[in-house]
C-alpha cells in the first residue's frame, strides 16, 4: 500500500516508476533525471532523505518530489478517472 496518490515518471533513459511513498522517492530520485543540479531537485532530494530518517514530514518531501518532477518534465500526466469527475461534480454545490 502506498502513503500517496501514486506518479508515474519517466526518466532520461525511457524506463518508468510508480512512486507512491517516500521510501519510493528516494530510490526514483538516484535514477537518471534531466538535470540533478536544479534547486527543485536539490530540495527534494534533501526533504526526501530527512523524512527517510524522520525529520521532516513526509508530505512535504513527496509534494516537492513531485514539484521537482513536474519541473523537470518527468511526471507522467495521467487522464483524470471517473471517480475524480463524479467526486468533483458531487462536491460542487
Known sequence: MT???PVTVRFCDNRTMLVGSV???ATALGQQWPD???PAYLGAARLVR???D???CPR???EAFVKAATQQGVLVARP????HEWLDAAASP
Open 50 to 52: 530527512l523524512a527517510v
Open 23 to 25: 521510501a519510493e522517492a
Open 80 to 83: 483524470r478517472s471517473r471517480a
Open 54 to 56: 524522520g525529520s521532516c
Open 3 to 5: 502513503a500517496f496518490m
Open 36 to 38: 540533478k543540479t536544479a
Open 60 to 62: 512535504s518531501a513527496f
